[in-house]
């Protein structure tokens, strides 16, 4: 076979062939690939161990003879399959054909009573025809009552109308009275009610009068003591008046300074010049030392980045190939406002773990490119975050909806050594962790502890497993499983590297460099606020000067503003008190007093007058009151005599009413009884016509059956309620229940027995043809079958006795006891098994091979004992066996080899090959066994030899391989 670029071919001498050709010859050696009694890899002992008895069975035959017997087993499971249906189809007719033959015999009986049946439903059928007429005389008898009903409804309805029409003429003058009463009351109401408003009016009018009188008193008391104070008062005016002129006399007027300020206004603008030079030197220099610290915050800043953390990981990020990973952060913090939720990264900056073996494992696991990854939360942020990690070469991981649970460390694992899943080595945000173990399988990773053997190493490795990568300080082991089956795995091994990015640290020329221009800068920024604070004392003097020369002007100024304020202020208090003293010398208070005396007399006289009108209107309230009173009585009384008359003529037009819906439903009522009394009179004639032979026949009664069961009196024929039809009722009633008592008595299952009864007749016949022909078709298998098993059963017996013999001789030797058996399962050729039975120790009894119950090494001790026994039966010309010594001990592996090589040494023996990287030494070979290594063997020199010979013949005067 020839394999290149990804495809392969086959040749067979040379020339290409098919994959089905390849097939047919290795069929044709007797090579069975798929045969683990054949071909046993080292990672398929324990799916040998774990074959099934009827499976080891299929597999034993096909490795030893010709696999004729393989066939032939075959044959009997697909035949036995085949005729399945068939049995079960010929049981099937079988059980039917009986039960058919029970329930035609069982309905026999029943056609004879359902015929018997028939007969007297005929006779009920027949009186109840008779019944028809007697049921159309009986709805006629209650039509004509309904009739005499309705009239007399009639004759109650035309009697109430009369009663009633004799209490409506009283009622209708009891009404009259009871309006006319009401309108009487409402003008007495109404004059009520204006006599309450005049009421109300005058005594408002007596309250005015008196608040006028009051008022005006109080007016008169104020005037008359303001006449006996007036004389005090005009003197407290003029002593104020002469206090004020006084004090006007004594204000000195201050000497004219103008001169004197204008020469102290001139020195104030040159000094004030000083002082505006003195302040902008001062902002110039203040704003260079803004200058300089702005520029020593920002190297300063630097400084602090360059000997933080986070920023010692950028820098190892972009040293390890991202190197872009600083700018790419700085412009993801620019936009953190326009995500909805904050994009974090990189990992590794997330990510606290002090312990430097975890380190390692964490930067091996998860590798450079997701250490160097973003996070985003929220789906909706994945757009936007596409144009930057296009821009910057960059990997986002989108966590919408992280969960995640911190693993537990049973006992169970701290028993194998581990101490930690990877998950739990460092500290992180739940989204960081969720992330890593999504991405890196974290939670599946273990630590194991660091002081443990390479024994307990080994161990916690094949024995844990959900686990698939285990880190050590030194060594990272993964467990890869077989393509052969799931359960089998093998693990590789590789060096665990010290972490290069969890330790990297800023470069220090960077930072010495850094350093310096911060010394330089501070030394700046000292020198200029050293002058600042020089210029910033003398700055301070000359405004303090300044001040003076101000607070002089101001002074110089304000003697003679505060003269001319109190000599305006004087003057101004003259006139007031002047303007005072003028109006209360014009008051003339007496004249008051004598016109306030006049209005008090005629208020006085209005208060009596109000006074006597309020009298007047309280006496004629109290007689409106009493004319209302009476008015609301009559009214009551004649409303009491309207209300009587009125529910007596009402309570008989009601029972009128009522009546009168009565009469309608008797009208409805006595309708449909003629309808239905037609209806019965039409049925009775079209499905009982009384002809002359029914006439003579109508009132005939059966001898054996008594007509009249209840005896009871009834009137004779010509008198009074006597009817023929009500005669005989009795009669036909008893007949129809006598005749259908009798026809229930004899049981029928339905009226279809007879039909049901020739089907089953049909079918038997049917199903005894169909049973005669596939009877015998399932009885020539059976015999063809049972001929085919015997031939099988004789060929395979004799070899599994062999096999059983030479398992038990290999078992013995090695001190232990084993056997082989055919378990015989009759008919049911797939459940034919051949069992392994081993027992390794003389405490436990012999029991079946099971892969859950014996050892690595005990397994492969009996698959190899096993295949050893079938070596001298297998037809096929070589066999392969795959380190099947690996899980052994040394005393078991010698044991072993020693059968092995002794098996396949006998000449009639077939090749065996046992691939194994390493065998134990001092074993014993034969001299029909043969080692080779691969590149290795005393062959080499020739091969190398005839390849230069082949090398000169198809190049000749080429180079040669050295």
């Known amino acids: 076979m020839n394999r290149s670029a990804g495809s392969g071919r086959y040749l067979i001498n040379g020339y290409p062939v098919g994959v089905e050709r390849v097939k047919a010859e290795i069929k044709k050696l007797g090579c069975q690939l798929d045969n683990l009694c054949q071909f046993l890899p080292q990672d398929r002992v324990v799916a040998f161990a774990q074959l099934k008895a009827t499976e080891l069975l299929l597999e034993t035959e096909k490795a030893i003879g010709d696999g004729r017997l393989f066939e032939e087993h075959e044959w009997l499971i697909n035949e036995k399959k085949a005729i399945a249906n068939l049995e079960r189809e010929v049981a099937a007719k079988e059980a039917r054909i009986e039960k058919l033959n029970k329930e035609v015999e069982n309905m026999e009986r029943d056609v004879a009573r359902f015929n018997e049946r028939n007969e007297l439903l005929e006779k009920v059928e027949e009186y109840k025809l008779k019944r028809l007429w007697i049921d159309f005389e009986d709805k006629r008898k209650v039509w004509k009552g309904a009739q005499a009903e309705l009239l007399k409804i009639n004759e109650q309805i035309k009697q109430l109308h009369a009663d009633a029409s004799e209490h409506k003429v009283p009622m209708d003058k009891a009404s009259a009275a009871k309006e006319e009463a009401k309108k009487v009351h409402m003008v007495a109401s109404r004059a009520l009610v204006a006599a309450l408003k005049e009421k109300k009016k005058r005594l408002q009018g007596v309250y005015n009068s008196e608040t006028e009188h009051s008022m005006l008193n109080d007016k008169i008391n104020s005037k008359e003591k303001e006449e006996r104070e007036k004389g005090k008062r005009i003197r407290d005016r003029e002593r104020a008046i002469a206090d004020i002129e006084d004090q006007l006399a004594g204000l000195v007027e201050p000497p004219d300074i103008s001169a004197e300020r204008t020469k102290a206004l001139r020195e104030k603008k040159a000094h004030n010049d000083v002082v505006v030079s003195l302040e902008t030197k001062h902002d110039i220099l203040k704003d260079k030392s803004h200058r300089h610290g702005f520029q020593l915050k920002d190297l300063e800043a630097k400084l602090a980045g360059f000997q933080s953390e986070r920023q010692q990981r950028l820098v190892a990020l972009q040293r390890a190939g991202h190197n872009q990973i600083i ?174 990015l969890f330790s990297s640290g800023s470069s220090k020329e960077d ?191 059966p001898q054996e059956i008594d007509p009249y069961p209840n005896p009871e009196p009834r009137p004779e024929e010509g008198q009074e309620g006597h009817d023929d039809y009500q005669e005989i009722l009795p009669g036909i009633d008893e007949c129809v229940r006598a005749f259908e008592e009798a026809a229930d008595e004899i049981m029928c299952p339905n009226d279809m027995v007879l039909q049901d009864f020739r089907d089953k007749q049909e079918e038997r016949n049917r199903l005894r043809g169909d049973l005669t022909e596939k009877g015998g078709d399932l009885n020539e298998r059976l015999e063809v079958i049972e001929t085919k098993k015997q031939a099988w059963l004789a060929a395979l017996r004799p070899l599994v006795d062999k096999i059983n013999d030479n398992f038990k001789t290999n078992f013995a030797s090695i001190g232990c006891a084993g056997e082989v058996k055919l378990h015989d399962a009759g008919d049911k050729f797939e459940e034919w098994e051949l069992q392994i039975w081993v027992k390794f120790r003389a405490v436990t009894d012999m029991h079946i091979l099971d892969a859950h119950r014996q050892s690595g090494g005990e397994r492969s001790v009996s698959t190899m004992l096993y295949l050893i026994s079938l070596q001298e039966l297998t037809s096929a010309p070589f066999r392969v066996v795959d380190e099947i010594n690996q899980g052994m001990d040394p005393i078991n592996e010698r044991k072993i080899f020693k059968r092995m090589t002794k098996a396949a040494s006998s000449s ?55």
Not at 390 to 410: G, L
Not at 927 to 943: H, K, Q, S, Y
Request: charged share 30%.
């Open 327 to 500: 700018e790419a952060d700085r412009a993801l913090q620019n936009m953190q406002n326009q995500f909805h939720k904050p994009v974090i990264g990189p990992i590794l900056t997330l990510i606290k773990c002090d312990n430097i073996n975890h380190r390692k494992y964490l930067e091996a696991q998860i590798g450079k490119r997701f250490l160097a990854a973003y996070i985003t939360q929220d789906d909706r942020d994945r757009s936007k975050l596409q144009e930057w990690t296009k821009r910057w070469q960059t990997t986002a991981v989108n966590m919408p909806s992280a969960k995640y649970e911190e693993p537990i460390i049973d006992q169970r694992l701290k028993s194998l050594g581990i101490t930690h899943r990877l998950d739990q080595c460092f500290e992180a945000d739940a989204v960081v962790k969720a992330a890593l173990c999504d991405m890196n399988q974290l939670n599946i990773t273990f630590v194991i502890d660091p002081k443990a053997s390479q024994d307990v190493v080994d161990r916690a490795v094949t024995e844990v497993q959900d686990g698939k990568i285990f880190y050590t300080p030194s060594t990272r082991y993964t467990k890869i499983q077989s393509r052969y089956g799931r359960r089998e795995t093998t693990t590789s091994s590789s060096p665990t590297r010290d972490s290069t």
């Open 511 to 701: 930072e010495q460099n850094l350093k310096r221009d911060i010394q330089i800068v501070q030394e700046q920024k000292a020198a200029c606020d050293q002058e600042l604070k020089q210029l910033k004392a003398e700055l301070a003097d000359g405004r303090k000067t300044l001040e003076a020369f101000t607070s002089r002007i101001n002074n110089m100024g304000s003697e003679m503003a505060r003269y001319l304020a109190e000599k305006n202020r004087f003057n101004t208090q003259l006139k007031a008190q002047q303007n005072a003293l003028e109006r209360l010398r014009q008051q003339d208070v007496g004249k008051e007093i004598e016109s306030l005396k006049r209005d008090m007399a005629k208020i006085l006289e209005k208060r009596s007058k109000e006074t006597c009108a309020y009298a007047d209107v309280v006496t004629a309230c109290c007689e409106a009151r009493a004319s209302e009173t009476t008015a609301l009585l009559h009214a009551k009384q004649c409303d009491a005599l309207y209300k009587y008359l009125k529910e007596l003529y009402d309570s008989e037009t009601r029972q009128a009413q009522d009546l009168m819906d009565a009469q309608n439903a008797q009208k409805e009522k006595t309708l449909t009884l003629k309808r239905v009394c037609a209806m019965a009179k039409r049925e009775a004639e079209e499905k009982a016509p009384l002809d002359e032979e029914r006439k003579k026949r109508f009132f005939e009664m």
């Open 908 to 962: 009639e023996a077939t090749q065996t090959f046992l691939l194994t990287p390493k065998l134990l030494n001092n074993l014993q070979y034969t001299e029909d066994c043969t080692v080779l290594c691969i590149f290795n063997g005393p062959w080499i020199a020739e091969m190398a030899k005839r390849w230069k010979e082949m090398q000169r013949a198809l190049q000749p005067g080429g180079p040669v391989t050295p």
